[in-house]
């Protein structure tokens, strides 16, 4: 199997028309007609991840989050992202990035955290808007956009999804934390992975109780919960994000599977959230 049958597959699932226009999605660096027989997904592009590939034996590594997001006048082996570049090279691995054009996919990031933390019956939270260049009408009959709300087979309370979320996502030093009142009840529930506190009011008006994302402000979360009467629970953004990898891998294998094309996945096991120390607050006013 050739580098471009994986990416044609992928590409199926997460268009890259679907991405944002800032954003850098795509085939990274390796050769297309290269052969490949173990595909490796993670989030970050890192050196650890590079390092697990390549004991794995990996061809291809997919991630989440872009290597060159903010563009880049170098690639020397100086850098940290330079030294990425070049032991992907080195070792015959090439590397292929699915970011905004699969956290609007459907199924795509939110449905994997919605899946994960039992929330059912999933429309989009902020749809694909019907005006955009890159969207047909087909692409909005399949559901497309941003987050997902849905519903909890049972009720519960703030204080009991926070613990369910905790128990669901893999876990970080950063943790899980909630605001809002403990004791709110909590039926309908809205998930955006990675950075979606800008959907806090459209949760809301969605009629969840609850959002479930990560990167909260202080100042946005405090005015959130004021204006729109929602709560809201913050996880570290790699940690709303890594269900994703088990989708796409199997995704990928039933999508080549079809074409009569056997190929091999792995999950990377590396913790890649930046933080890596938490120390609860003991000091009382």
Request: overall charge negative; glycine content about 10%.
């Amino acid at each position: 199997m050739r580098g471009r049958d994986v990416i044609a597959a992928l590409e199926r699932r997460y268009d890259p028309r679907w991405a944002e226009d800032w954003d850098a999605v795509g085939l990274v660096c390796g050769d297309p007609d290269d052969d490949v027989r173990r595909v490796h997904f993670a989030v970050d592009p890192v050196e650890s991840v590079v390092d697990e590939a390549i004991e794995l034996g990996a061809d291809l590594v997919v991630t989440h989050h872009p290597l060159f997001l903010g563009g880049t006048e170098s690639v020397a082996a100086t850098t940290a992202k330079g030294r990425v570049v070049h032991r992907l090279i080195r070792h015959g691995i090439g590397l292929y990035v699915a970011h905004t054009n699969a956290d609007v996919a459907r199924p795509g990031v939110s449905d994997a955290l919605a899946s994960v933390l039992g929330v059912h019956d999933t429309d989009p939270l902020a749809p694909l808007a019907a005006d955009r260049p890159s969207e047909s009408a087909s692409d909005r009959d399949r559901g497309l956009g941003l987050g997902r709300v849905g519903r909890l087979a049972t009720d519960t309370t703030l204080r009991g999804f926070l613990d369910t979320v905790a128990a669901a996502l893999p876990a970080t030093a950063w943790g899980v934390r909630a605001a809002g009142d403990p004791q709110r009840p909590v039926t309908r529930v809205a998930v955006c992975g990675g950075s979606g506190g800008e959907l806090a009011e459209a949760a809301a008006s969605a009629g969840a109780d609850v959002l479930v994302t990560s990167d909260l402000k202080h100042h946005s979360t405090s005015e959130a919960l004021a204006d729109y009467d929602i709560g809201l629970i913050d996880a570290a953004h790699w940690a709303t994000e890594q269900p994703w990898l088990a989708m796409a891998a199997d995704l990928l294998v039933g999508d080549l599977r079809e074409t009569g094309i056997t190929v091999e996945t792995a999950i990377s096991t590396r913790i890649t959230d930046p933080w890596t120390m938490h120390a609860p607050a003991v000091r009382t006013q």
